[in-house]
């Protein structure tokens, strides 16, 4: 396919530019130039983008230390009061003002100065999140929400973070993968899962929780998931071993110190009943908190069970390179849910808070 005109009448794209914090409004949906890539750098033309909690919680500043309310009221507030959060982003504040859009499935149409023309012409994935100071530290840089991402028909990003990827998928398939799988396998990665461990994993049927139950599953683990009645079905038919509605008493359904490891990206209220479910030695690792940030923590369920906490934002290094071969080798398979046209935004984001949907929505951008 051809690359980006250049003439001056077509030098611009159509992006969906996230303004400041607060609510739908903040999404405006415009003409903007096409970025150009500069050293080391591609650009991509954008073929699908998934949509994430991410996004959301970054345009709501949720990630501010003054909020402690679940996504969905901090939703509803800033949709009625907005209130820009200085300290609302992944690193402080968010660069407002900003094209989200942390899922990029691409073709890569230009190679800045220095970076390679191998993969030009290519259908690739990004790595979202960058370790621009090595994987020795945790400094960390995600796309969409420290600098501009795929909620547009082009996105540059440095050549490092791109990767072909050959397999029969859709460009709205492969756009389910980056943030959801990548997180999910870093969770994995980071508490160490192996063949025959019990893992329990909350909010089971959303992006991160879908991916986490076939991961899991790929390493030979078993597999307990928590979710909705409406959608237990669905997970058993994804590999879940137990399948449990979320307002069942836990401890009764699993025993005290049956679990290995909880995978908890809903934390809330039930975090709690989570450390005694951990056998000892157990490990709980997290990357979200979609019920709430704030939890009850006895530190005698802890320290008297010797259990490990783990947080998990920063990728390490073999997380996105093991997810493209296990695409390749048909070890995991998408969940898309819904796709929306990327003008669509304020719908599919709406429809995604109300968590009804089993899966990944995804956004389509226009084609030039």
């Not at 949906?29 to 909690?53: F, Q």
């Not at 907005?82 to 402080?92: I, L, T, Y």
């Not at 050549?159 to 460009?171: G, I, Q, T």
């Not at 997180?183 to 063949?195: F, G, I, K, P």
């Amino acid at each position: 396919m051809p690359g980006p005109k250049t003439d001056s009448s077509v030098k611009t794209m159509m992006a969906v530019v996230t303004t400041g914090n607060g609510g739908y409004d903040k999404l405006e949906y415009k003409a903007v130039p096409i970025p150009e890539p500069g050293e080391g750098e591609l650009l991509l033309r954008v073929l699908a983008a998934g949509v994430n909690n991410t996004e959301i919680n970054t345009r709501l500043g949720w990630y501010s230390s003054s909020v402690t309310t679940d996504t969905a009221a901090a939703a509803g507030h800033q949709e009625t009061h907005a209130e820009q959060k200085a300290d609302g982003g992944w690193n402080k504040a968010t660069p407002f003002p900003l094209i989200q859009g942390t899922d990029c499935c691409g073709e890569v149409v230009l190679a800045g100065p220095g970076a390679s023309q191998t993969l030009t012409g290519k259908r690739v994935l990004v790595r979202p999140c960058m370790r621009p100071n090595g994987y020795g530290v945790m400094d960390n840089v995600w796309m969409a929400s420290d600098f501009d991402g795929a909620f547009a028909q082009y996105v540059k990003v440095p050549a490092s973070e791109v990767f072909a990827v050959d397999c029969p998928w859709s460009d709205e398939e492969l756009a389910t993968i980056p943030c959801a799988y990548g997180t999910s396998e870093n969770m994995l990665h980071r508490a160490n899962v192996r063949s025959g461990e019990l893992v329990l994993v909350t909010g089971a049927s959303g992006g991160v929780g879908s991916a986490t139950v076939q991961l899991a599953k790929r390493r030979g683990a078993r597999v307990a998931a928590i979710t909705s009645q409406g959608k237990m079905d669905q997970l058993r038919e994804l590999g879940a071993d137990i399948v449990l509605d979320r307002g069942s008493d836990l401890l009764a359904e699993l025993g005290g110190e049956s679990v290995d490891v909880v995978v908890d990206n809903v934390a809330g209220a039930g975090f709690p009943q989570m450390l005694k479910l951990l056998k000892r030695g157990g490990r709980l690792v997290s990357s979200g908190a979609i019920a709430g940030p704030v939890v009850d923590l006895d530190m005698r369920d802890m320290y008297l069970k010797d259990i490990t906490l783990i947080g998990c934002t920063a990728w390490d290094e073999p997380v996105f390179p093991n997810l493209i071969s296990y695409i390749e080798r048909a070890e995991i398979r998408p969940l898309v849910a819904k796709v929306f046209p990327l003008k669509d935004i304020a719908r599919a984001q709406h429809e995604f808070l109300e968590k009804t949907h089993f899966g990944n929505f995804v956004l389509v951008p226009p084609k030039d």
